[in-house]
């Protein structure tokens, strides 16, 4: 897939995060076209392209963080696995948690991987240049429909 397309929705409550993520896809020179909810709900109207989202493109893939107001991201991740408009959108929890029971949770809710965010920036470097490898040059993803 050639990353110059590639759309990554980010679900991250937390504007720090959020900048982590998009400076180290700066240093890692990716060009992957990074966009930032900061809830669930956002995120679902976002993915089902509702309300000021109904202009926006399918991303190619969820970052999503399990810690989230309002509807937690496990609400959000089983609501995204049940909706069959949404389903096939590839969900990577990207969260401080290294529990075994939010691992497993995750996996048995649909997602497609689990992470936990790096301490440090260069932990996020590598990070997102693996996700650009695996996600978006190695694994082939359908072309999602208008």
């Known amino acids: 897939m050639d990353t ?6 980010v679900v991250e409550d937390d504007p720090q995060d959020v900048d982590l993520i998009q400076q180290a896809m700066k240093a890692a020179m990716l060009t992957i076209t990074l966009k930032a909810v900061p809830d669930g709900r956002q995120a679902l109207a976002y993915l089902r392209r509702e309300g000021p989202y109904s202009a926006c493109r399918r991303p190619d893939a969820v970052l999503l963080d399990l ?39 995750s996996y048995r809710l649909g997602a497609n991987c689990y992470l936990t965010k790096p301490s440090h920036f260069t932990g996020y470097i590598q990070l997102v240049k693996q996700i650009e490898e695996f996600w978006f040059t190695i694994v082939r993803l359908p072309t999602w429909k208008p």
């Open 67 to 105: 810690n989230l107001p309002g509807p937690s991201g496990r609400e959000i991740l089983a609501t995204i696995k049940q909706d069959a408009a949404i389903k096939e959108i590839p969900v990577l929890i990207l969260t401080t948690s290294d529990a075994e029971s939010d691992v497993a949770t």
């Open 4 to 9: 110059g397309t590639v759309e990554l929705l």
